[in-house]
């Protein structure tokens, strides 16, 4: 069985290292002594939506949470609410239900307008704020305008489904989608790893595993390289399977919206087979026709295969495409934080590699032509790693070895390898 959250969390959620409520020695009333907050006192319980407090977290220690929801638990006990609490140091995926007793009651704050001011506040922030942010911060949501950012936390406040069932795994999810109206009562859902339909009960899997036929994807194996396999699924052929997979993988993708219109996208799946069919590891989506040159639109790897080369394999894939259309291409923005960090490894290895076999002589406009990577993203992945110097009013790459030696140990692994001799493709064309 394979879960997950915890580890992204380790990773990239506590960087900021809050102290706990137990070590900070700062009294409830010194932290709610705050311009614009309001203390309220444990006898005000249960606690309201938007109050803030200290939360024992899976690490033992205590971070600052906004309730976001409140539910009476069976019992009907004065204290017995649960509570959906964010951790205000965490991505969104991490928000979960906590019982009364994780919740350290006298560091109880109500915010009185903080939504409003945060927001304004976050808003306001130059790039180059932002880009500090969402490099130890990672949260994700930069570049969604206020009214959205409002409307879309408002609507997918809570999670619905809590985990998942497909193929040999159990998985927990990240975020909230939003399956028909008939699966509002489900907390957890089944569903056939091949073609994707969801079911409320393991009975009703079961049943459907007989007769369900296939093995695979459908639509055509374009890669195949060992047990790697790549499918191509279109999603004007194969409707159903492109909105099964949409709801599934909102699950992971905390600011995508949903496309109910599948028809203007292919869906790449990658696979790991074996005697028992292709089972799915992850996917991209594309357009069939994009104006932004977007190459990509989604990427999810499936939690379980999470961490092992495979994103870095979809998004080298995703190049490859554009290669063979002559083009080059960008990911669709915005890039969720474990997106951003996907795609700034990806990037920085395949420049410098270049680099490195090419001293300086080499301009962004040919490292563009060579690696099907926009300009603009080339540019600023050598701004950040500061190998871009300005001489007489022209960029120029510093390429001195050792430099780069150190950037490529910082930028993690490369990923599994797309062999481009594997890949039989040719680029969409409208028929009819
Ligand atoms: N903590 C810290 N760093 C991480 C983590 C993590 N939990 N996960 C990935 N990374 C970074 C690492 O630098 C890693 O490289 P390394 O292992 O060599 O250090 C790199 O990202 C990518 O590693 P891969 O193993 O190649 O990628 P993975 O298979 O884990 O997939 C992906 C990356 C697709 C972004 C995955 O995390 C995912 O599906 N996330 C949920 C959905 C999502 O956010 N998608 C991107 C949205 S943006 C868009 O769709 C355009
Ligand atoms: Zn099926």
Request: hydrophobic share 35%; aromatic share 10%; glycine share 6%.
């Amino acid at each position: 069985m394979g879960s997950m959250g915890g580890s992204t969390a380790e990773n990239i959620g506590t960087e900021n290292g809050h102290a706990s409520a137990a070590d900070d020695g700062v009294s409830a009333a010194a932290r709610a002594d705050h311009k614009g907050k309001a203390v309220a006192t444990a006898s005000a319980l249960p606690l309201e939506v938007g109050a803030r407090v200290m939360c024992r977290w899976r690490d033992g220690k205590y971070h600052p949470v906004k309730v976001i929801e409140r539910r009476r638990t069976q019992t009907s006990e004065p204290g017995d609410y649960e509570f959906y609490v964010h951790y205000t140091e965490f991505n969104r995926r991490l928000d979960e239900w906590v019982k009364f007793e994780h919740l350290d009651l006298d560091s109880v704050e109500m915010d009185v307008d903080e939504k409003v001011e945060d927001k304004a506040t976050s808003l306001k922030m130059t790039r180059h704020q932002k880009r500090k942010i969402d490099e130890t911060h990672v949260e994700g949501h930069e570049e969604l305008d206020a009214a959205s950012l409002r409307e879309h936390e408002e609507f997918t406040k809570v999670k619905n489904i809590a985990t998942i069932e497909l193929g040999r795994y159990e998985i927990e999810t990240w975020y909230f989608s939003p399956f028909p109206p008939e699966y509002n009562d489900c907390v957890k859902l089944y569903f056939c790893e091949f073609c994707l339909n969801f079911m409320k009960r393991k009975e009703q899997l079961q049943r459907h595993m007989k007769k369900c036929d296939l093995k695979h994807p459908p639509g055509d194996e374009i890669y195949r390289n060992g047990t790697l396999s790549m499918f191509e699924v279109d999603g004007k052929k194969n409707k159903v399977y492109g909105q099964n997979l949409c709801y599934l993988a909102k699950l992971f993708l905390d600011h995508k919206t949903l496309y109910y219109d599948v028809d203007l996208f292919l869906f790449y799946i990658l696979c790991e087979c074996d005697d028992r069919g292709c089972h799915m590891v992850g996917y991209f989506s594309k357009e069939k026709h994009s104006e932004e040159s977007y190459n990509l639109a989604c990427i999810l790897t499936l939690p379980p295969y999470q961490r092992k080369g495979y994103g870095k394999f979809l998004i080298a894939f995703s190049y490859e495409l554009s290669k063979k259309e002559g083009k080059v291409g960008t990911p669709e923005r915005p890039l969720s934080d474990l997106g951003m960090l996907s795609y700034r490894g990806y990037w920085t290895r395949v420049l410098l590699e270049i680099l490195k076999k090419h001293k300086s002589n080499i301009s962004i406009k040919e490292l563009s032509d060579m690696t099907a990577i926009r300009a603009e993203d080339i540019l600023n992945t050598l701004q950040n790693l500061d190998l871009i110097q300005y001489r007489k009013g022209q960029h120029a790459i510093c390429a001195d070895p050792k430099v780069l030696d150190r950037h490529l140990k910082a930028a993690g692994r490369g990923g599994l390898d797309v062999d481009v001799t594997k890949l039989i493709w040719t680029p969409y064309k409208e028929q009819g």
